[in-house]
């Protein structure tokens, strides 16, 4: 179950019911299923992207489910140093700990629905693992990682981070009250989340309870899609099956739906779904590694840039961790 809940739903401010003769329900474009991999230093994702369109995904380059995995003791996993630039890391734990820390002083611990905006901008080293007494302990890991694109007047901007508690994320329910949203940036239905953002995105994680539906007011200039990270359901105006660990690409509309399935395993009895949208950026996009650029000639500057230490120096304080090395920058 997710960190972030509440007790009684029904107290919540509620999303106005839609008027369908007014709004147009968005269709589904693809429904794709996520491929499993190693992460860091091994910790187990599933690439949330993987075969979709830079086009249909834009403003997103790069989404993580972390998890979930219950760790035994002595079997949690992080990464290592590594370089970024030219786009926002938005790490979402669902359950579990992490600590981040970079090379511009930024950083902390972030657990049960906390939120870290990184912005590399012209660039930045961090690192991300789990607290030691949790690699001893072992414990619940469950997060996501979403990488957002800055466009090119942005991405030489000075690096910023941005720490999120979960209190802070804005709770609603659905109109019949049978989903909990949680907004943690962007708008809908007039209310707004914490998250500060150079790219105008919205950044939702909802629970649908099993029978429920959820439709959510959307901006027609954002793009829509919607990732399931638990649980199986239908999306859109034809109802098309999704289940966990699939991302569904909505076409153009201002309106978003969603149905659990009434008959949930008693693993996920709900389903649980992450709602991200934002406005394209239409810009070229060249991607290596941890680089998010518009051209070649500026990824090969990345890198260059990278190896000769202009990425920024790692503290003091961490370097027991090990700098980021060799000539291959690493992956995320």
């Avoid at 994702?45 to 979709?52: E, K, L, N, P, S």
């Avoid at 249909?56 to 140093?81: I, N, R, S």
């Avoid at 786009?87 to 972030?110: C, K, L, P, Q, R």
């Avoid at 949930?264 to 779904?273: A, C, G, I, M």
């Amino acid at each position: 179950m997710p960190a972030i809940t509440v007790s009684d739903i029904s107290a919540l401010p509620r999303i106005p019911s839609p008027d369908r003769t007014v709004l147009a329900e968005r269709p589904v474009v693809s429904v794709t299923t996520a491929p499993s991999g190693l992460e860091g230093e091994g910790f187990p994702v599933r690439r949330a992207f993987a075969g979709v369109s830079l086009r249909d995904l834009d403003p997103f380059v790069h989404m993580d489910q972390m998890g979930e995995v219950q760790y035994a003791p002595g079997e949690a996993k992080g990464t290592p140093w590594h370089p970024h630039r030219g786009f926002e890391t938005v790490t979402y734990m669902i359950d579990g700990i992490f600590e981040h820390a970079d090379s511009n002083g930024g950083g902390g611990v972030i657990t049960n629905g906390d939120t870290q905006w990184m912005t590399a901008g012209s660039g930045i080293l961090h690192i991300e693992a789990p607290p030691e007494h949790l690699v001893v302990s072992g414990g619940l890991f469950h997060g996501i990682q979403l990488w957002v694109n800055l466009p090119s007047a942005n991405k030489w901007n000075p690096p910023r981070y941005q720490g999120i508690e979960g209190r802070e994320a804005v709770l609603l329910a659905s109109a019949d009250g049978g989903a909990l949203v949680r907004l943690i940036a962007g708008e809908v239905a007039g209310h707004t989340g914490p998250g500060a953002t150079f790219t105008p995105i919205t950044m939702i994680h909802a629970t649908v309870g099993a029978g429920a539906e959820l439709a959510l007011p959307w901006r027609p200039d954002f793009n829509a899609l919607v990732y399931v990270l638990a649980g199986r359901g239908t999306a859109g105006p034809l109802a098309a099956p999704v289940h966990t660990g699939q991302l569904v690409v909505f076409g153009a509309g201002d309106l978003l739906t969603l149905a659990a399935a009434s008959q949930q395993d008693s693993r996920t009895p709900e389903l649980e779904v992450l709602i991200i949208g934002g406005r394209p950026i239409r810009e070229p996009v060249a991607h290596y590694g941890p680089f998010v650029m518009n051209t070649e000639a500026e990824l090969r500057q990345a890198v260059e840039d990278y190896r000769a230490g202009r990425l920024g120096v790692i503290p003091a304080t961490h370097l027991p961790h090990g700098a980021c090395g060799g000539t291959r920058p690493a992956r995320d």
